[in-house]
Protein backbone atom coordinates (compact mmCIF):
# COMPACT_ATOMS: atom_id res chain seq x y z
CA UNK A 1 0.00 0.00 0.00
CA UNK A 2 2.51 2.30 0.79
CA UNK A 3 4.76 1.73 -2.21
CA UNK A 4 1.67 1.97 -4.35
CA UNK A 5 1.18 5.32 -3.06
CA UNK A 6 4.58 6.38 -3.32
CA UNK A 7 4.06 5.51 -7.17
CA UNK A 8 0.86 7.49 -7.35
CA UNK A 9 2.27 10.73 -5.74
CA UNK A 10 5.84 9.96 -7.81
CA UNK A 11 3.08 9.89 -11.24
CA UNK A 12 1.50 13.11 -9.69
CA UNK A 13 4.26 15.37 -9.06
CA UNK A 14 5.65 14.66 -12.25
CA UNK A 15 2.10 16.10 -14.35
CA UNK A 16 2.06 18.89 -12.40
CA UNK A 17 6.03 19.72 -12.86
CA UNK A 18 4.52 19.32 -16.39
CA UNK A 19 1.54 22.03 -16.09
CA UNK A 20 3.71 24.05 -14.83
CA UNK A 21 6.41 24.12 -17.77
CA UNK A 22 3.79 23.90 -20.07
CA UNK A 23 1.60 27.10 -18.78
CA UNK A 24 4.99 28.55 -18.51
CA UNK A 25 5.79 27.97 -22.27
CA UNK A 26 2.11 28.80 -23.85
CA UNK A 27 2.75 31.82 -21.52
CA UNK A 28 5.74 32.73 -23.38
CA UNK A 29 4.09 31.97 -27.10
CA UNK A 30 1.43 34.44 -26.05
CA UNK A 31 3.77 37.01 -24.81
CA UNK A 32 5.14 36.69 -28.88
CA UNK A 33 1.70 37.83 -30.10
CA UNK A 34 1.13 40.88 -28.21
CA UNK A 35 1.53 44.22 -29.77
CA UNK A 36 3.89 46.65 -28.76
CA UNK A 37 2.22 49.24 -26.17
CA UNK A 38 0.69 52.17 -28.35
CA UNK A 39 3.14 55.22 -27.63
CA UNK A 40 1.65 58.96 -27.46
CA UNK A 41 1.81 61.03 -30.64
CA UNK A 42 4.80 62.71 -31.24
CA UNK A 43 6.18 65.53 -33.00
CA UNK A 44 7.30 64.31 -36.91
CA UNK A 45 8.23 67.62 -38.53
CA UNK A 46 6.42 71.04 -38.67
CA UNK A 47 7.34 74.62 -39.82
CA UNK A 48 9.72 75.69 -38.57
CA UNK A 49 11.22 72.25 -38.13
CA UNK A 50 12.44 71.31 -34.88
CA UNK A 51 16.29 72.40 -34.58
CA UNK A 52 16.24 74.09 -37.80
CA UNK A 53 17.69 77.22 -38.11
CA UNK A 54 15.56 79.89 -40.26
CA UNK A 55 15.54 83.54 -41.69
CA UNK A 56 12.70 85.16 -40.63
CA UNK A 57 10.38 84.64 -38.00
CA UNK A 58 7.55 82.15 -39.67
CA UNK A 59 4.08 83.67 -39.81
CA UNK A 60 2.55 80.86 -37.77
CA UNK A 61 3.86 77.53 -36.29
CA UNK A 62 2.90 74.27 -37.21
CA UNK A 63 3.97 71.09 -35.73
CA UNK A 64 2.82 67.56 -37.69
CA UNK A 65 2.68 64.60 -35.47
CA UNK A 66 2.84 61.33 -35.51
CA UNK A 67 -0.58 60.60 -35.17
CA UNK A 68 -4.09 62.55 -35.23
CA UNK A 69 -4.64 64.83 -31.97
CA UNK A 70 -7.80 65.38 -30.66
CA UNK A 71 -9.82 68.53 -31.09
CA UNK A 72 -9.81 68.91 -27.15
CA UNK A 73 -7.58 70.89 -24.44
CA UNK A 74 -4.87 71.86 -27.04
CA UNK A 75 -2.44 74.52 -26.72
CA UNK A 76 0.53 76.21 -27.99
CA UNK A 77 2.99 78.57 -26.01
CA UNK A 78 6.30 80.71 -28.34
CA UNK A 79 8.93 81.95 -26.17
CA UNK A 80 12.25 83.23 -26.31
CA UNK A 81 14.68 80.04 -25.22
CA UNK A 82 17.33 82.53 -23.30
CA UNK A 83 15.26 84.70 -21.73
CA UNK A 84 11.93 82.64 -20.82
CA UNK A 85 10.04 84.87 -21.86
CA UNK A 86 6.50 83.77 -23.18
CA UNK A 87 5.86 85.79 -26.42
CA UNK A 88 2.38 84.36 -27.70
CA UNK A 89 0.29 81.44 -26.41
CA UNK A 90 -3.18 79.91 -27.74
CA UNK A 91 -5.04 77.41 -28.79
CA UNK A 92 -4.30 75.76 -31.94
CA UNK A 93 -5.85 74.95 -35.30
CA UNK A 94 -5.58 71.41 -36.09
CA UNK A 95 -5.55 70.17 -39.57
CA UNK A 96 -5.48 66.44 -39.84
CA UNK A 97 -2.01 65.59 -38.19
CA UNK A 98 -0.50 69.45 -37.88
CA UNK A 99 -1.36 71.99 -35.60
CA UNK A 100 -1.26 75.45 -36.40
CA UNK A 101 -1.04 78.37 -34.09
CA UNK A 102 -1.33 81.72 -35.94
CA UNK A 103 0.86 83.67 -34.86
CA UNK A 104 -0.16 87.90 -34.14
CA UNK A 105 0.26 90.99 -36.16
CA UNK A 106 2.42 92.52 -33.43
CA UNK A 107 4.60 89.43 -32.64
CA UNK A 108 7.88 90.14 -34.69
CA UNK A 109 10.70 89.49 -32.13
CA UNK A 110 13.58 89.23 -34.82
CA UNK A 111 16.78 86.66 -34.65
CA UNK A 112 17.34 84.51 -31.58
CA UNK A 113 16.75 81.36 -30.45
CA UNK A 114 13.24 80.15 -29.67
CA UNK A 115 10.98 77.13 -27.57
CA UNK A 116 7.51 75.89 -29.19
CA UNK A 117 5.83 74.50 -25.83
CA UNK A 118 2.52 72.60 -26.78
CA UNK A 119 -0.13 70.37 -24.53
CA UNK A 120 -2.31 68.41 -27.03
CA UNK A 121 -4.83 65.42 -26.87
CA UNK A 122 -3.30 63.05 -28.57
CA UNK A 123 -4.56 60.26 -30.35
CA UNK A 124 -5.43 57.94 -27.56
CA UNK A 125 -6.60 60.19 -25.49
CA UNK A 126 -4.10 60.83 -23.27
CA UNK A 127 -2.67 64.42 -22.55
CA UNK A 128 0.77 64.53 -24.05
CA UNK A 129 3.41 67.96 -23.33
CA UNK A 130 6.35 68.66 -25.20
CA UNK A 131 8.63 71.44 -26.82
CA UNK A 132 10.97 72.36 -29.56
CA UNK A 133 13.35 74.44 -30.48
CA UNK A 134 14.47 76.96 -33.60
CA UNK A 135 16.83 79.62 -34.77
CA UNK A 136 16.27 82.72 -35.96
CA UNK A 137 19.02 83.53 -37.59
CA UNK A 138 18.27 87.15 -39.91
CA UNK A 139 19.56 87.71 -43.51
CA UNK A 140 23.00 88.93 -42.43
CA UNK A 141 23.51 85.68 -40.29
CA UNK A 142 22.36 83.63 -43.23
CA UNK A 143 24.03 85.25 -46.20
CA UNK A 144 27.74 85.73 -44.03
CA UNK A 145 27.40 81.98 -42.56
CA UNK A 146 26.88 78.98 -44.19
CA UNK A 147 27.45 77.07 -41.14
CA UNK A 148 24.28 78.82 -40.00
CA UNK A 149 21.73 77.13 -43.03
CA UNK A 150 19.83 73.84 -41.74
CA UNK A 151 20.80 70.66 -43.41
CA UNK A 152 18.19 68.21 -44.81
CA UNK A 153 18.73 66.58 -41.81
CA UNK A 154 18.15 69.44 -39.73
CA UNK A 155 15.66 70.53 -41.43
CA UNK A 156 13.56 67.18 -41.06
CA UNK A 157 14.24 67.83 -37.09
CA UNK A 158 16.35 64.83 -37.44
CA UNK A 159 19.65 63.95 -35.38
CA UNK A 160 21.89 60.82 -35.20
CA UNK A 161 19.87 60.04 -32.31
CA UNK A 162 16.50 60.17 -33.64
CA UNK A 163 17.76 58.05 -36.70
CA UNK A 164 18.49 55.20 -34.90
CA UNK A 165 14.63 54.00 -34.85
CA UNK A 166 13.61 50.67 -33.46
CA UNK A 167 13.15 48.28 -37.07
CA UNK A 168 11.92 44.89 -37.36
CA UNK A 169 13.56 42.96 -40.01
CA UNK A 170 11.32 40.55 -41.86
CA UNK A 171 12.99 37.53 -39.72
CA UNK A 172 11.95 39.12 -36.29
CA UNK A 173 8.42 39.62 -37.76
CA UNK A 174 8.12 36.03 -38.55
CA UNK A 175 9.31 35.32 -35.41
CA UNK A 176 7.16 37.15 -33.21
CA UNK A 177 4.48 35.89 -35.46
CA UNK A 178 3.35 32.62 -36.71
CA UNK A 179 6.59 30.95 -36.31
CA UNK A 180 6.85 32.76 -33.18
CA UNK A 181 4.09 30.63 -32.13
CA UNK A 182 4.93 27.58 -34.12
CA UNK A 183 8.37 27.21 -31.75
CA UNK A 184 6.52 27.78 -28.69
CA UNK A 185 3.89 24.73 -29.41
CA UNK A 186 6.40 22.42 -30.42
CA UNK A 187 8.35 23.36 -27.53
CA UNK A 188 5.12 22.32 -25.29
CA UNK A 189 4.92 19.13 -27.13
CA UNK A 190 8.57 18.24 -26.46
CA UNK A 191 7.93 18.33 -23.00
CA UNK A 192 5.08 17.56 -22.39
CA UNK A 193 6.92 13.83 -24.25
CA UNK A 194 9.24 13.90 -22.15
CA UNK A 195 7.30 13.78 -19.37
CA UNK A 196 4.95 10.90 -20.61
CA UNK A 197 8.30 8.94 -21.29
CA UNK A 198 9.16 9.34 -17.67
CA UNK A 199 5.94 7.99 -16.54
CA UNK A 200 5.65 5.30 -18.60
CA UNK A 201 9.17 4.09 -17.51
CA UNK A 202 8.64 4.47 -13.99
CA UNK A 203 5.73 2.04 -14.51
CA UNK A 204 7.44 -0.24 -16.20
CA UNK A 205 10.00 -0.21 -13.72
CA UNK A 206 8.01 -0.78 -10.89
Known amino acids: MS ?16 AAAALTLLSGVVGLGLPPAQAHDSVVGGNPAPNSV ?18 SFNTVAVSDSDSGE ?24 GPGNYTVGFQITSSDGHATRGSITFEVAGDESMDGENTGSATPE ?6 DGDTEEET ?3 EDQLLSGPL ?3 FGGVGVILVIGVLIMMITKNRNQS
Not at 7 to 17: I, K
Not at 57 to 70: D, N, R, T
Not at 86 to 109: A, H, K, Q, T, Y
Not at 154 to 159: Q, V
Open 180 to 182: GWV
Open 154 to 159: DSAGIT
Open 168 to 170: TSP
Open 54 to 71: VEEFPAQIELEFSGLPQD
Open 86 to 109: VLFNGEPELDERMVILPVPEDIDP
Open 3 to 18: LSRTRSLSHRSLLAAG
